[in-house]
Every structure is written in structure tokens, then in C-alpha cells.
């Protein structure tokens, strides 16, 4: 019955294509409801530290494709359970929320509420995809995760060779006034509300593929006066430059990652002076992490993964200090973690590990060892 | 005909060329191919000239949020000829239109228990695309084994 097709169709292949057409199902309108979510159990050694329970994290992700070029995609978070007025703790807040056209094959633009394409952490943050219950402190301190700002952007493929991408996007600057001597540039986020337009800033990231390999470079580049015209007046006025490179690598059982920043802080005298705090001009660190799915060792047939895995990070959020500044080496920081990671399926985890925090000074300051446990999943 | 005329006013979607691209890139210039009506399913015979060259099909699978759509080969003897990623649709995870990953599957039968981790490597940060299109890969494998052998398609 079909080959009276075929002289009206000028390449052949093409007859076919019509009768799978249907099974294609694109250009139709879709919403997809997903979410992530984490319970954390905390005991930090020493006297009068009870344990405490934590509904850590709760994220409902909303998406809709509007057609097959264009998508909308958010992530809704209520952190620590509740918001009360009156009472300390908890957020709502949104972690993502942007408009994706995707122009080509290898060209998307965005933009929205995005997350700037630092280091690990930050872009792939849902928590069967790491181990240990805690993100990494480095992801805490010195990359500020989950980090997002305002922009728009260029993300795709590069022709160049096979497995190389890129992300590019201007965001809003940081806010110096945020700035701190223990967690670096954290707070000087402005998380999409109101934020200063006063110094777009860069971001981007270059990665490269292989099966089994990732391996990634990212930027940041921004002034960080917020228009506040006694730090600087200019777009790129008392900048901050972050640079990163990170890797992650997987084969049979054995998984490993690993991670270095290194962020300048230019005008961190004046900073300090302006705002009365303590931030280091340069901020440095990392981690490496190995894991190891113990499982077939037990039960060779099964599926599910055990990974047995250890983190040591090393950071100092005042690996420099400006002029007048004293260094404190309570933030010359070394975390060592281990413990399990059981995931019966790829996206649900239930955790388990001991934390051992040491600083350069010693002390007990800052210092402690710490066991969580958790669960995590995602959909 | 009514079919044939159903199937007519479907053309026009923009994927419509690159099904027709794949199957040359996997199977080479001048190959023809006959879509047969399985079920409720759609295979494609594969021919040039009176030699049959394999079969093929195109699927959806969903990955974080959105489908993605990818074409599934055969040779004669069953085995997994390539596969191609015809629409990604996602923000992250594409790299598994990569030939890099994608030749993994290559040689692949029916017998072969496709599984991350195991005969297929994962990428990470990519492991929602990953392990969807390989769960997709498989049953794509498997029915297009079945059907050949009951001659459902020959």
C-alpha cells in the first residue's frame, strides 16, 4: 500500500518519516510537576548539643513547554519547614524560574532567575546526586550554593569537537555590603528580590564530556557596589572574580569528584572599612571526594548502589586579607567527611556519615566532629 | 489510502528530515525505508534495492520534563545497529546524543541486559537522559527483536 508513495517523495527515507510522525508528539502543550527534598538528623559532639531533626529542604519543580522551542522551568523551595512570622529560621523562596528558547540544536537562550554555572554543586543540587547528608561546606562557604541571579543568557554546544559546551550568562552583581570573614561572599547574593542592577556581571562555564567523565571551568566576573557610589561608581567597581575547575569521573563501582576556586575580592580594604567586616581579599579552596559502590560485593545481581565514600575539603575564606584586616585561622578550614550513601533506585537516597571539622587555629573554635543522617530523593 | 492520507497530513513537523538523515547516516545513501504497522506500534523496514539492511523505530522517552526523541536500528541478525537522539528538549543532559556514548550500544542484542553502570557507562550530571534513553534503548531492542522473529516484520 505504500509504494504508490514513492515517486511523489523526492528522498525515500522521508516516506517513512511521515508514518512515524505521530510517535514524535511534540509541539503539544505540557506541564510536569517534579521535586526534590531532604530530612536531615544532626548531633554535633559535646555537651548540651541534642541532636536535632531538620526538614531541610522541600522543592516542588513546576515546568511547562509551550511548544518544542520553548519552556518554562522553576523550583519552589521551603526550606527548614515553616515560616513564621515572628520567628527566626525557615525560607520560601524561588531557587529557579526561567524562560528557555531553544533556537537550534546547539543554541538556547535563557533567561530568568538562573543559576550561574559554578563549580558542581550549584547547577546539580538535588540530593541523590552527591554524597554525605550535608552539601559540601566548600559549597557552602565559598561557592554560595544554591546561588541564582537575574539574567539572561547563551548556553549550548560547541562544533569545535564532540563533547564540549558552554554557558554564558549576565546576571546582577553581587552586594559587598553582604560580605563576611567566615562565609566569604555568601550573603552578598541578591537571590532575584529587588536586586541592584548597578553592576551586571559575567558568568559562564566551559565543559567537556565523555562517557564517565566531566569535566568543567567556570567564571565570574562583577563589580559588587550595589550603587552604593562610597565603594565605587562604574559597572565593574570593586569587583569580584571567581574562577573554578572541577571534575567528576565514574567507572564500574568506583565514582570520584573534585573541585578548586580561588575568588578575588579587589576592594576588601575598602569594604571592610564600609561595612565593618572582616572579608578576605582572597578566598581559596576545594575538595576532593572518592565513593565506592560496596553493593556487588554483598549481592552481585543487584541493582540498587551502596557507596562507601570520603570528602576531605580544605578552605580559608580569608586566605587573604587586605591591609588592616587580621587574619583569623579559625577560617583556614579542613573537613573531612565519610559514610554511606544506600540508594535503592537512582533518585532516592538514604545517608548516613561523620563529619570531623578542624581549623588552622586549633582550638576547639570552630572545631567539632559531627554525625548526620538523611534521606533524599527526587522525581 | 485513508491511512496514507491521515499519514500525509501529518508531515511537516520539523523532525520529519532528521529521521530521514538518521537512517541515511546509519545505514548509508540510497537506503529506503517502509514503515509496517505492528500493533499499535510503527516499525521501519530498511532496504536497498531487494536487500533488507535492518529495521528501525522511533520513540519517545521522558526525561527530567520533557520527551526525548530517539530512533532505535537493527541489522538482520538482530543485533543494535546505532541509535540516534533525533529531539533533545531539556536543559541539561544532551550529552547523550554524543557518539561518544552513544556508540556504546553498538553490537548490542536482545540477550545483552542493557543497564547503567554495567554495559552502558553513566555521565554524570547528565543520569536522568542517561538512564531513561537506555531504558528506552532497551525495550526498543527487545520489541523489534520479538517482532522479527514472529515475522511481524521481515
Known amino acids: 500500500m505504500w509504494r504508490p508513495l514513492r515517486p511523489v517523495m523526492p528522498v525515500a527515507a522521508t516516506i517513512l518519516a511521515m508514518a512515524i510522525t505521530p510517535t514524535f508528539s511534540p509541539a503539544q502543550e505540557s506541564t510536569t510537576l517534579g521535586g526534590y527534598g531532604e530530612i536531615h538528623y544532626t548531633n554535633r559532639s559535646g555537651r548540651n548539643t541534642p541532636a536535632e531533626v531538620n526538614l531541610r529542604r522541600f522543592v516542588v519543580y513546576l515546568a511547562h513547554s509551550f511548544d518544542d522551542h520553548i519552556a518554562f522551568r522553576s523550583e519552589l523551595e521551603i526550606e527548614d519547614a515553616k515560616v513564621e512570622g515572628g520567628s527566626a529560621g525557615g525560607e520560601v523562596a524561588l531557587e529557579q524560574a526561567f524562560l528557555d528558547y531553544r533556537v537550534s540544536d546547539r543554541v538556547t537562550l535563557r533567561t530568568g532567575l538562573v543559576l ?144 578548586v576556586a580561588t575568588i578575588s575580592v579587589s576592594n576588601a580594604d575598602t569594604i571592610n572599612a564600609l561595612y565593618g567586616t572582616a572579608v578576605g581579599s582572597r578566598i581559596s579552596g576545594g575538595y576532593l571526594e572518592a565513593a565506592y559502590n560496596v553493593l556487588p560485593l554483598l549481592a552481585p545481581r543487584s541493582k540498587q548502589r551502596l557507596n562507601a565514600f570520603a570528602r576531605h575539603e580544605r578552605y580559608n575564606t580569608q586566605a587573604d586579607v587586605p591591609r588592616g584586616t587580621t587574619q583569623d585561622r579559625q577560617f583556614a578550614r579542613r573537613v573531612t567527611t565519610f559514610g554511606l550513601t544506600y540508594k535503592p533506585t537512582w533518585n532516592t537516597a538514604f545517608k548516613g556519615d561523620y563529619e570531623v571539622r578542624r581549623t588552622a587555629a586549633g582550638g576547639g573554635v570552630g572545631e567539632g566532629e559531627t554525625l548526620r543522617l538523611g534521606i533524599g530523593y527526587q522525581f | 489510502m485513508l491511512l496514507v492520507s491521515l499519514l500525509l497530513a501529518q508531515i511537516g513537523t520539523a523532525q520529519t528530515p532528521k529521521v530521514a538523515a538518521s537512517l541515511t547516516r546509519i545505514f548509508g545513501r540510497g537506503a529506503i525505508g517502509t514503515p509496517v504497522v505492528v500493533n499499535a506500534d510503527t516499525a521501519v523496514r530498511v532496504t536497498r534495492g531487494d536487500s533488507v539492511l535492518g529495521f528501525a523505530v522511533v520513540r519517545n522517552v521522558k526525561g527530567k520534563d520533557q520527551p526525548i526523541t530517539f530512533l532505535v536500528a537493527t541489522d538482520p541478525s538482530d543485533h543494535l545497529k546505532d541509535i540516534d537522539i533525533l529531539v533533545y528538549r531539556e536543559p541539561y543532559g544532551g550529552e547523550v546524543a554524543y557518539e561518544a556514548w552513544r556508540r556504546q550500544f553498538r553490537g548490542k542484542s536482545a540477550q545483552d541486559t542493557l543497564e547503567v553502570g554495567r554495559q552502558i557507562r553513566s555521565i554524570s550530571g547528565a543520569t536522568i537522559s542517561v538512564n531513561a534513553v537506555t531504558v528506552g534503548v532497551r525495550r526498543a531492542l527487545a520489541d523489534l527483536t520479538s517482532w522479527h522473529r514472529a515475522g511481524a516484520i521481515k
Open chain 1, 116 to 259: 550561574p554555572p559554578v563549580g558542581i554543586i550549584n547547577e546539580t543540587h538535588e540530593p541523590p546526586t552527591f554524597n554525605g547528608v550535608d552539601r559540601p561546606a566548600f559549597d557552602h562557604d565559598v561557592i554560595p550554593t544554591t546561588w541564582r541571579e537575574l539574567g539572561v543568557g547563551i548556553l549550548g554546544t560547541l562544533p569545535i569537537t564532540e563533547g564540549l559546551s558552554y554557558r554564558l550568562y549576565v546576571v546582577n552583581g553581587l552586594k559587598a555590603s553582604g560580605f563576611s570573614n567566615a562565609e566569604g561572599i555568601r550573603e552578598g547574593r541578591q537571590e532575584g528580590r529587588n536586586a541592584s542592577l548597578a553592576n551586571p556581571s559575567l558568568t559562564g562555564r566551559l565543559e567537556w564530556v565523555r562517557p564517565g567523565l566531566r569535566l568543567g571551568g567556570s567564571f565570574w566576573y562583577g563589580g559588587t557596589t550595589a550603587g552604593d557610589t562610597l565603594l565605587g561608581t562604574g559597572t565593574f567597581a570593586a569587583p569580584v572574580a571567581l574562577v573554578s575547575a572541577d571534575a567528576r569521573y565514574e567507572r564500574g563501582p568506583l565514582s570520584v569528584r573534585g573541585i
